[in-house]
């Protein structure tokens, strides 16, 4: 699942955002998910570059992983 809120952009699979720091985007924060405390979240600086490498990643795991 991938949400953008403004100038973050906040992923809920861990594959997801390993995937997104092995393409070279920095982790910004991993607070606690607020709806379910036994997840993360995985929090980015949104940039149009990071959506192209998400939308990479759905196309690669179809959004599987």
């Known amino acids: ?7 973050v952009f906040c992923a809920k ?11 070279g985007f920095n982790l910004k924060r991993m607070p606690q ?9 995985y929090i980015f600086n949104n940039s149009p570059e990071l959506e192209i490498v998400v939308d990479q990643y759905f196309k ?6």
């Open 13 to 23: 699979k861990p594959h997801l955002a390993g995937y997104l720091m092995m393409k």
């Open 33 to 41: 998910d607020e709806k379910n405390p036994n997840y993360n979240v």
């Open 60 to 65: 690669e795991f179809n959004g599987n992983n």
């Open 1 to 7: 699942m991938k949400k953008i809120k403004g100038d």
